[in-house]
């Protein structure tokens, strides 16, 4: 946290631990749901989670066969579980598995790059300048327009595409989202929404017709720009040879997305009649709009890959069908993702990335809340879909394609429990020092990401808590320089409007290192939170009125 700039103050923290205060006793479980929750033991949940982040699955990669190997144990425990499968084959028969296609590539820098034209006078530059892949190879010149943050938001009165035509032209943005320090601010006060993604301004300017996006950091920034603060992580961001990139072929974002560094972006904005700062600040001082056709410049982009090979992964899902006949059709998803960053052979042996709280922890959540359900003897009146997705690390891959496929209709998903990292005490870190202020005392607390979009979800959390006794956290929900809001796998189905919250129990030195093992983990804090889960996903399965959806939270 920056003392008073870069992070939240404590006083906005909302806590809740009514049942952990002394003198207070907790709410006792409903009996009705007591069998399920006595269900999720510690000794299960450590079992579970060494063998997941051992040696011999090598790290979980994604399309290698760590991976599938976690993909096929889960199946088999929401079998023994009693599930029933939650896809169907191409066949049309039940499958635990809805198959994930993927492409694997790798780019080239020595080759990538580009090229600025303003009338005759032309620059280029590659990495570490222009920094960024597509799934294929791309060749193409055209005008540079700058739509300033990117952001078409109807629900907050503000359009940077308003009378501005980028159809056949690559369009260059700034990083996040207007007046992101002001607490007041309609774009949810200090935090993120879901205007703040580059992947939500790709599709917005794709829908424009633009044919590429370059994306320069906010000139103005009071933080590290998104690069700055993957590259002060090191562990897998610093791999030789760096982690391939992977991508759904069929994807709805169809054009490419590059990140420029200052001085790049500063050139491109040579023809803009202000400064970088200057256009940000006009932006941020009343919410308008400085977009702008920029004279006599274009861009050129190429992009090719050393290699380029399909494969499939699985999103593993089991359904537990509501009691309820009138209900059933509707749905609360608990998901997690299995797949972590893989090894490396060198030297002195392999270097494994063992992933237990990344996401381990959140996968045998999954697994153990499936188990904990069906021992109940009553059943909720929604359906319950227990999802585990595929290639969360390369980009939320296996839950953006569930988002664009679903197996059951949004429409009428009630609500989404996301685990990942549940399993750790938040330590200081590279990932946030100086970024966020870390209580004194986190063996007993557990942070809720996206409590804006739905205050109801929040509230039904948070009296759940009173059977368990957690110190809730909401902290992440009121920043803006670590995008922790869309960096799993809840953020697609909150694209969609589904009401979701993302279970997390905060960063720590070992975040992407190898030395992220199961032996590091608080496994009875971890066994609160899956309990947690089991009372908050019971309560959206049964409760009359589901959570409402808030498309535009805006700030206080």
């Not at 049942?19 to 299960?44: M, N, S, Y």
């Not at 893989?342 to 042996?349: D, L, P, R, V, Y």
């Not at 809340?369 to 319950?384: E, G, T």
């Amino acid at each position: 946290m920056r003392k008073a700039v870069w992070g939240v103050a404590l006083g906005m923290v909302a806590l809740s631990g009514a049942a952990h205060a002394e003198g207070v006793k907790p709410t006792p479980v409903p009996t009705l749901q007591k069998p399920g929750f006595d269900q999720i033991r510690e000794a299960d949940l450590r079992a579970d989670l060494t063998f997941l982040a051992s040696d011999a699955l090598l790290g979980r990669m994604s399309l290698q066969p760590g991976d599938d190997a976690a993909v096929q144990w889960i199946a088999a425990e929401f079998a023994k579980a009693g599930l029933q499968p939650g896809a169907t084959d191409a066949k049309g028969a039940p499958s635990w598995y809805q198959i994930v296609p993927l492409v694997e590539y790798r780019p080239n820098p020595a080759a990538n790059g580009l090229t600025l034209r303003i009338g005759a006078a032309e620059q280029s530059w590659k990495a570490p300048d222009v920094l960024g892949g597509y799934r294929d190879d791309v060749d193409l010149t055209a005008p540079l327009v700058f739509a300033g943050y990117g952001i078409t938001a109807p629900g907050v009165g503000y359009d940077d595409y308003k009378g501005l035509d980028v159809r056949g032209k690559v369009v260059l943005v700034f990083e996040h989202e207007p007046q992101e320090n002001d607490p007041a601010s309609r774009f949810n006060g200090t935090g993120n929404t879901r205007h703040a993604t580059n992947r939500v301004k790709a599709l917005n300017a794709q829908a424009h017709g633009a044919l590429a996006v370059l994306v320069v950091a906010e000139p103005n920034r009071k933080h590290p720009s998104n690069l700055e603060r993957v590259n002060r992580i090191g562990g897998s961001a610093r791999r030789v040879p760096p982690l391939p990139g992977q991508a759904l072929p069929d994807d709805e974002l169809r054009i490419p997305v590059l990140t420029v560094s200052d001085a790049v972006g500063a050139a491109l904005l040579a023809k803009a009649g202000m400064t970088p700062q200057a256009l940000q600040s006009a932006i941020d001082t009343g919410l308008a709009p400085q977009s702008r056709a920029l004279a006599e410049t274009s861009v050129a982009l190429h992009l090719e890959n050393t290699s380029r090979t399909r494969g499939v992964s699985a999103n593993v899902v089991g359904l537990l069908p509501g009691s309820d006949p009138a209900l059933a059709p509707e749905t609360v998803i608990i998901s997690a993702h299995h797949d972590h960053d893989g090894s490396t052979t060198g030297n002195g042996g392999p270097e494994i990335w063992h992933g237990a709280d990344d996401n381990g922890s959140g996968t045998v959540g999954v697994v153990a809340l499936a188990r904990a359900f069906m021992a109940n003897p009553v059943k909720p009146k929604r359906s319950i879909l227990f999802t585990v997705f595929a290639a969360e690390e390369r980009g939320l891959l296996g839950s953006y394609y569930m988002a664009m496929h679903p197996l059951r209709p949004l429409a009428t998903t009630r609500a989404m429990i996301n685990f990942d990292m549940i399993g750790r005490n938040e330590e200081a870190s590279d990932q946030t020092t100086g970024l966020i202020e870390i209580p004194k005392d986190t063996t007993n607390r557990l942070n809720l990401i996206g409590a804006t979009y739905s205050p109801d979800f929040n509230r039904t959390v948070q009296a759940a808590n009173r059977s368990v006794g957690l110190d809730l956290d909401d902290r992440f929900d009121h920043e803006n320089a670590l995008n922790v809001f869309f960096r799993s796998d809840q953020f697609p189905f909150v694209l969609k409007d589904v009401p979701a919250m993302w279970f997390n129990t905060g960063f720590h030195p070992d975040y992407h290192h190898t030395t992220d093992t199961a032996d590091r983990i608080n496994y009875p804090k971890m066994t609160k939170i899956v309990k947690l889960a089991y009372l908050s996903a019971w309560r959206f399965a049964s409760e009359a009125a589901p959570p409402a959806f808030v498309p535009d939270p805006a700030g206080h």
